[in-house]
């Protein structure tokens, strides 16, 4: 006879395999882009502070630019406040643009604010 919890485990296992053969869609980490630095310097149009990460939508010469910067506590280290990343500012993003092409994005690894330095990551090899 089956006990209620092996019979529960074997009524999972659809679920988990159907589940577990979904490919991920989350950007975590720098895979998605070039090793090559980069920088511009754009107005900020809007913004999404937050987990698990903030973004910042730059316009660079008419065309919006996706900037990916710290999580809220990598912010904070950085002294990147959300006053400082407000509409109509002015910025500079030192990173690692996108390897599509066609996508205009960038993952932070310094900004410049008013000629201040915001490093969110300061242990990174530039």
């Given amino acids: 006879?089956?006990?209620?919890?092996r019979f529960f485990l074997?009524?999972?296992?659809?679920l988990i395999l159907l589940f577990g053969s979904i490919p991920a869609t989350a950007h975590h980490g720098?895979?998605?882009a070039t090793?090559?630095?980069?920088e511009i310097t754009g107005t900020?149009?809007?913004k999404r502070l937050g987990n698990?990460?903030?973004e910042v939508t730059l316009n660079v010469d008419g065309k919006d630019w996706l900037i990916e910067v710290g999580q809220p506590w990598r912010n904070q280290r950085a002294?990147?406040?959300a006053e400082l990343l407000s509409e109509g500012r002015v910025i500079t993003v030192h990173g690692h643009k996108s390897a599509k092409p066609d996508e205009r994005r960038v993952k932070a690894e310094r900004v410049v604010i008013d000629g201040k330095d915001y490093n969110l990551y300061p242990d990174r090899p530039s």
């Fill in 44 to 46: 900020i149009v809007a």
């Fill in 52 to 54: 698990p990460h903030g």
């Fill in 79 to 81: 002294g990147l406040t």
């Fill in 10 to 14: 074997w009524s999972l296992l659809p």
């Fill in 1 to 5: 006879m089956w006990s209620s919890t």
């Fill in 30 to 32: 720098w895979g998605w």
């Fill in 35 to 38: 090793d090559q630095e980069f």
